[in-house]
């Protein structure tokens, strides 16, 4: 016999009408003993959250219906998640949009759904369910993690994604705690990862915060609920909880005893400090040992996480090297670019950790965080000047630089058992350290806020800067930068590095705050800044003379493709700007990454093509499943691994032995999604409303002639010139091909690619008597459901 709970919104009326009928008749039903509804619970008095969630574990199954996406629901189904619960979804299947939202929410994507059309209708489903009901859906999440850690000392924290004042300061907040690790998980990077990866993310983590974006902003309505659902998985957990809301937002009535409400950003630092100061102090991490009983077919399919910040450990076993990670290695370039997801990071993480291996080596990583450029940004914009300001730019990289390369040779030092000797050149490095530059302790964050702080004194105190003399503007903001004490630094760190084989700078996130709304103009130059002065600081470090000693600086920097085109197209001599793209043109290459990660998985004890012999389906539309794969995905690694993630996700959820063709498909449809939305995120700096044109597609079939993705393009265009820069920059975002053979798309998104294939373009254009053809990528037709041809 089975109680059930029923979850569902207040609105629209007609519905709620419905799934309350259905409710209070289900217990007519064969099997049903009690059925309970939200609004039935007696809560005067008390807490409506404990009331809610007793009733959620008095039940056997849970249902919960989600065609409104309703954030109380979304959390009343996370807490019943977590607490292992029995859970069904349901969706009214005559809602035009409602498929649409679920598809969009992308979260439950690989969980079934129920349809129903009225309370009778719904009735007989619940029936059918009762005689045989689901598993619990937390058996999948957990499915493949044996042993799950919990980490005492992590704090789960996600973002909202409008980077305000209070949302910045909410980040240096979280910052300044050093006996936690915070653990920022960005919708912007993760909004497409599947449940079970943030179910063990959550798992892992003994608090969570959970920060609301305004209902104002950009891509609240996708992000607010998924992060209702996730709290309420937090909560079932028995984490300790903070909900985080500006105090004008309307607060969902199961969690309004967990919300913080702020008025402005400074309430919102006062109100977190007080919570996390009420912590306890981390203890120990502990594992928790989970028994699940997995299908032995899919229980090594660990393809680890498609994101590398989050896959640090898996990267050191099944990292594959490429010739660009050589030369990051041997310092053979100054700038290295991709697409978002080609493996900038990993490349930067696995090359520091090599090099650091070497004791000959100092390493120094710089990944500032996006309040951390806005800040920067926000004293550049009280310079009117573009001359003065373009010295401000160049001189806070410089200052950032040095003191980085100081402050990290100090702490590798300490770090050593012998520690550092009193009267020697480290010790003069970290006294000055100590005495003129905030410290050696001081973070990256701390050192920038209170650098910007001098700089908002200086501005103050000068308001009529801009009228002097550009010589004397410029000492007084060198003197706000540094005062006389860089040179000083200088000639430290050569009496202290000169003996290293080599100190390898690496500077990775300048897309943090890359973003829709962004001043990309000012944001442009705040990078070329780096740009340009990176030359002169390997070259000062270089030189040397009875003072300073020469040390060997390399400096790295990643930085996402279409930003770097972007700021290119703003540097005065911008052919003089070296720089290497990541590709991944060799799709066995490519295959690697995801062949070397199961191999991994199975602790050698398998070969790479078992993956595809014992565990895919040999087929996919006729096509072996190895090279279908590969031919659906953007070629990048993120890509590949979250379309194989999916994949397993799918078939261990429909508990199958192997992953079949099925599975395959479906999956194609989640990672479609996923590049949708990527895709959508480079087009930022694009200048025109991608996604209007991108829509536009919809329903389409997959080659178009020139004609018609003319026609297609003016849709949401106002000009003809608008619409060939439209072009332009779906084919560099690598969403549309040309032809330049009988049915041979060139997918070239560089300034050369992309001449080169107009040329042969227009050359089998006239050979073949027709008109230009463009093919839409594989990856994005799924999501846009474009017909194959």
Not at 8 to 22: D, I, K
Not at 580 to 590: H, V
Request: net charge negative; proline share 3%.
């Amino acid at each position: 016999m089975h109680s059930l709970f029923f979850g569902y919104s207040a609105s629209p009326e007609v519905l709620r009408e419905t799934l309350y009928r259905a409710a209070s008749e289900a217990t007519s039903l064969p099997g049903v003993v009690s059925s309970v509804s939200w609004e039935e619970l007696q809560v005067d008095g008390r807490l409506i959250i404990n009331e809610v969630e007793a009733a959620i574990m008095q039940s056997s199954i849970s249902l919960f219906d989600l065609t409104t996406l309703s954030s109380n629901v979304l959390y009343e189904l996370g807490y019943a998640i977590a607490q292992e619960k029995r859970v069904v979804l349901l969706l009214d299947e005559q809602d035009r949009d409602a498929r649409k939202k679920s598809r969009d929410f992308s979260l439950l994507s690989t969980t079934g759904w129920t349809g129903y059309r009225n309370a009778d209708h719904l009735k007989a489903r619940i029936s059918s369910i009762v005689a045989s009901p689901p598993v619990s859906l937390w058996e999948d999440l957990l499915l493949k993690n044996i042993e799950v850690p919990i980490d005492e000392t992590r704090v789960l924290y996600i973002p909202s994604l409008k980077e305000d004042d209070a949302s910045r300061r909410l980040s240096r907040t979280l910052d300044r705690f050093d006996k936690f690790e915070v653990d920022t998980i960005a919708f912007d990077d993760y909004a497409n990862s599947p449940l079970a990866w943030y179910t063990q993310s959550i798992y892992q983590a003994k608090y969570a915060i959970f920060h609301f974006t305004p209902s104002r902003a950009y891509l609240s309505e996708l992000a607010n609920p998924r992060v209702s659902l996730l709290a309420g998985i937090a909560r079932g957990l028995g984490r300790e909880v903070v909900l985080l809301m500006e105090e004008s937002e309307e607060t969902p009535v199961d969690y309004r005893d967990l919300a913080i409400k702020y008025r402005n950003a400074g309430h919102l630092e006062n109100r977190v400090n007080e919570w996390m100061e009420g912590l306890q102090e981390p203890a120990p991490t502990r594992v928790k040992r989970t028994k699940k009983e997995i299908t032995a077919e899919l229980a090594s399919l660990r393809f680890g996480s498609h994101v590398a910040e989050s896959d640090k450990a898996g990267l050191e076993q099944y990292f594959v090297e490429t010739r660009d990670y050589r030369d990051v290695l041997d310092g053979a370039a100054v700038i290295f670019t991709g697409k978002k997801g080609t493996g900038k990071t990993a490349n930067m993480q696995f090359a520091g950790q090599a090099l650091a291996a070497d004791a000959r080596n100092l390493v120094c990583p710089i990944k500032p965080a996006s309040y951390e450029i806005e800040a920067l940004l926000e004293v550049l914009r009280r310079i009117d000047s573009r001359h003065l300001s373009q010295y401000l730019i160049e001189g806070l990289w410089k200052y950032l630089i040095y003191t980085e390369i100081a402050s990290r040779a100090v702490e590798e030092a300490e770090d050593r058992p012998a520690g550092i000797p009193a009267g020697s050149p480290l010790d003069s490095l970290r006294k000055c350290l100590e005495d003129k530059h905030f410290g050696v302790s001081a973070s990256l964050s701390s050192r920038l806020e209170r650098l910007v702080g001098s700089l908002n004194e200086m501005l103050t105190a000068n308001a009529g800067i801009e009228q002097e003399q550009i010589g004397q503007a410029r000492k007084k903001v060198g003197a706000a930068l540094y005062g006389e004490k860089l040179s000083e630094l200088r000639i430290l760190i050569g009496q202290a590095l000169a003996s290293r084989n080599r100190v390898a700078m690496l500077v990775d996130n300048l897309d943090k705050a890359w973003e829709k709304g962004a001043d990309l103009e000012l944001l442009s130059r705040l990078i070329l800044g780096l740009l340009t002065v990176i030359g002169r600081v390997v070259d000062e470090f270089h030189r040397e003379n009875p003072k300073k000693e020469s040390v060997n600086v390399t400096l790295t920097v990643f930085l996402r493709s279409d930003i770097f085109a972007f700021v290119r197209d703003r540097a005065r001599e911008p052919d003089k700007i070296s720089v290497t793209e990541i590709e991944w043109r060799d799709k066995e290459l490519l295959a690697r990454v995801l062949e070397d990660r199961f191999v991994a998985s199975r602790d050698g004890k398998s070969t790479a093509g078992e993956l595809w012999t014992s565990y895919f389906t040999p087929e996919v539309k006729g096509m072996p499943t190895r090279d279908y794969m590969l031919s659906r995905v953007q070629p990048r690694p993120r890509d590949l691994v979250f379309f194989a993630n999916a994949a397993v996700d799918r078939a261990s959820n429909a508990r199958h032995a192997v992953v079949g063709e099925k599975d395959i498909l479906e999956a194609e449809r989640d990672y479609s999604q996923f590049a949708y939305e990527a895709i959508l995120v480079e087009g930022v700096a694009s200048s025109i409303n991608l996604e209007d044109i991108l829509i536009e597609f919809a329903g389409e079939e997959s080659i178009v002639d020139s004609a018609r993705l003319d026609f297609l393009i003016s849709q949401a265009c106002d000009s003809a010139a608008e619409s060939d820069r439209a072009i332009g920059v779906l084919r560099k975002l690598g969403f549309l091909g040309i032809e330049v053979g009988e049915n041979e798309f060139d997918y070239g998104g560089t300034e050369g690619e992309m001449k080169r294939a107009n040329v042969r373009s227009r050359k089998f254009e006239k050979s073949s008597g027709r008109l230009a053809r463009y093919q839409v990528h594989p990856a994005y037709r799924s999501h846009l459901m474009i017909a194959d041809v």
